[in-house]
């Protein structure tokens, strides 16, 4: 029980310490490209595939105002695929679709 306490505030700990510097490193990242006026996405490498697939059924909205893990997004992906009729993706495409939301839209 009490080992479970102090595991749970390392983990805590472990947060505070680890949120600022990645979300510092993200921005960093972010900074670096310009952003597209039509749609609000950050335009660096697999913008254009976002774009292609992401804009389709709904506003970029909802991708530009979320930040998520790559397993989250993941996720998402899944659940429309299984719910809302989102196509499948080739592996490599949606390869390209993770590394850049899990790149550019982390957790905030
Ligand atoms: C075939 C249509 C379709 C495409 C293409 C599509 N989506 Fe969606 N998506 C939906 C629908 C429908 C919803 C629910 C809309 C709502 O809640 O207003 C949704 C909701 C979402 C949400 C919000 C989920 C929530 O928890 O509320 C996110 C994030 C999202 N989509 C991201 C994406 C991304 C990233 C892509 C590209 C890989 C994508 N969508 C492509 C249909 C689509």
Known sequence: MKSKRVLLWALALGLIWVAPVTAGENVEAAEE???DSETGLIKAPGFDTVKNNCT???SA???TN????RAVWLEQIRWM????G?????????????D???TYY???
């Open 33 to 35: 490209y310009e952003t």
């Open 61 to 63: 909205r909802l991708v």
């Open 100 to 102: 850049y939301l899990e």
């Open 66 to 69: 979320r930040g998520y893990t």
């Open 106 to 108: 982390p957790p905030r």
């Open 86 to 98: 989102l196509w499948e993706f080739a592996p490599e495409v949606e390869e390209e679709i993770l």
């Open 56 to 58: 389709v059924c709904h």
């Open 81 to 84: 695929q299984d719910t809302q």
